[in-house]
């Protein structure tokens, strides 16, 4: 079994590119390589842009390669939730603006040849349990209302047997395709006329006059425009107070039993909880995926829901051997919309709060960056404008999102008397004189000492048991268990042992433990 995605593990071409090791100048500094960051520097490029493509790890690999690869119009919202929300005519907008986003990536892959599995499949939202009839029955007749023509499934439809749906509908012409083979193959089309960095982590940026100055460990680039296609925004933002940054899980597995037909499924087994199922072929073996079993990051049991989705496949008789299982970010913006477009700044552009549906607001902000940074405006970008949020009204929103952390620390609190017991693989916050620590312990015994503290506002980072990370609860920051940043908007890494207090976690233990400055000593039992 393997931590990587389907995606990454079974792409047939993939490609390097060095870090930023020389300054350089460019138009557009495009910080992030995931769909938002490559169509977006391929969209700019093609207005006769000089862009620079910055990406912290390997492009795509964060979150485009460990998504569904489902593409659709609608969003994860159900209709009757949106209608609450939003007039009938919004909510049509918003489905035209995401098939537009949906219709390019079709004609990138068309256009260019680009082999990623790319076909034609309906979307299927059904419920697997009593309890969610009515409520499909509504999303229904909103999707009637909304004139998207969709087709009613009974319980004894082909689709819903091998998944035991009770009542569903289906939507015809969204798609399905390999979502890190796309971008790869975008960006290596794409190189031939941008710069693209990897493993290029930015540490600042400043403004010099009006240019800014973008700092990364190695070099320093220069640029007219900044489009931040991080996820999240970097650093301090106020829109990360409208955004819950949750994490959620997908397995895949040979498939089994009886055949699913090729579709996006959207079940409910559970009241107001979808897991989305698709098929996958590949090498002639048809692989099942499942994803699912979202949680706030930082605040839930990582194994345990990857359990789940496996017991999912399992009891529907759809999976045997679970064979690649992994883990990706969203971030949920408070008002179900996305926030892409001019930041507070001058030429600093963000998009943000995608949500579970990023392969389609990620290209759909490519349309709408592309325009307003020659300052036209996209139609999409009044319905998607960051600067609709309110500062006190976010600030209630802050509150409701961070409540629940304080209990986190509670139960750190109470743990801490275990944390000798410690074994391999496994991560602890424990805290000593008023000081919170980060120690995790590594396959080979070997112990790892971090400071606890997110160097991004100063909340207490969780073990993710599950991917072996520390994971930040407020704004959803992870790191390695060594300390070093994987994604979020913290710019700098966990302090390490030697910068805090060498001692302290050794005292708190009361063992003599050997430790000499820079190694890491074992825990011992
Ligand atoms: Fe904001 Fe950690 S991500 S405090």
């Known amino acids: 079994m393997t931590k990587e995605s389907i995606w990454i593990d079974s792409s047939m071409r993939q490609y390097t590119y060095d870090p930023l090791l020389h300054d350089e100048e460019t138009d557009v500094a495009v910080i992030g390589g995931g769909i938002c960051g490559i169509t977006t520097a391929q969209l700019l490029q093609k207005k006769g842009l000089k862009v620079t493509l910055l990406e912290a790890h390997r492009l795509a690999e964060s979150n485009t390669g460990r998504s569904t690869g489902n593409l659709y119009s609608v969003v994860d919202i159900p209709f009757r939730d949106l209608k609450a929300k939003y007039p009938m005519e919004d909510i049509q907008q918003i489905i035209k603006f995401r098939q537009e986003a949906m219709d390019l990536i079709q004609s990138n892959i068309f256009e260019h040849g680009i082999e990623c599995s790319y076909k034609k499949v309906p979307w299927v939202r059904f419920s697997g349990t009593p309890e969610c009839d009515e409520d499909v029955k509504k999303d229904f007749e909103i999707a009637q209302e909304l004139g998207l023509s969709p087709e009613w499934l009974e319980r004894d439809h082909d689709i819903l047997i091998p998944l035991r749906g009770r009542v569903g509908f289906l939507l015809h012409h969204q798609a399905q395709f390999n979502p890190f083979q796309y971008a790869q193959d975008l960006a290596h089309i794409l190189s031939q006329s941008i710069s693209i960095h990897e493993e290029t982590h930015v540490e600042e940026i400043e403004k010099e006059g009006e240019i800014f100055i973008i700092k990364t460990p190695r070099a320093t680039l220069r ?175 802050f509150l409701k999102e961070n409540l629940n952390v304080l209990k986190q620390y509670a139960s750190d609190y109470l743990r801490q008397e275990k944390a000798h017991e410690l074994s391999a693989g ?100």
């Not at 301090?236 to 895949?252: D, H, K, N, T, W």
């Not at 000081?435 to 073990?463: F, N, R």
């Open 426 to 525: 496994e991560g602890m916050v424990v805290s000593h004189q008023g000081k919170k620590y980060a120690l995790s312990k590594d396959e080979a015994g070997l112990l790892t000492v971090c400071s606890a503290v997110c160097p991004h506002m100063g909340c207490i980072v969780h073990w993710n048991n599950a991917e072996n990370s520390w994971d930040c609860p407020c704004h959803g920051s992870r790191f390695e268990a060594k300390g070093e940043v994987i994604e979020g908007p913290a710019l700098s890494a966990l302090d390490q042992l030697e910068a805090i207090d060498e001692e302290a976690p050794l005292n708190f233990f009361n063992k003599d433990l050997p430790y000499e400055k820079g190694s890491s000593p074992s825990l011992g039992n």
């Open 223 to 397: 640029a007219k425009y900044v489009v931040e296609a991080t996820h999240t925004p970097l650093g301090f933002s106020p829109l990360q107070m409208v955004l819950g940054p949750y994490r959620e899980y997908g397995i895949a597995g040979a498939a089994h039993g009886m055949p699913l037909n090729d579709a996006i499924h959207w079940g409910y087994y559970e009241k107001d909880k979808v897991t989305s199922i698709r098929n996958f072929e590949h090498a002639n073996d048809r692989y099942l995926l499942i994803i699912g079993e979202p949680h706030k990051v930082g605040q839930g049991d990582s194994r345990e829901c990857m359990d789940k989705l496996i017991n999912r496949g399992r009891s529907l008789g759809l999976i045997k051997e679970v064979t690649h299982q992994w883990g990706g970010q969203h971030y949920r913006p408070a008002d179900y919309l996305p926030f892409i477009g001019q930041s507070a700044h001058e030429n600093q552009f963000v998009a943000t709060g995608f949500s579970t549906d990023g392969l389609v607001y990620g290209t759909l902000s490519a349309l709408i960056l592309a325009e307003a940074l020659q300052d036209n405006a996209h139609p999409a970008a009044s319905l998607f404008n960051p600067k609709r949020i309110t500062p006190m009204k976010s600030a209630k929103k």
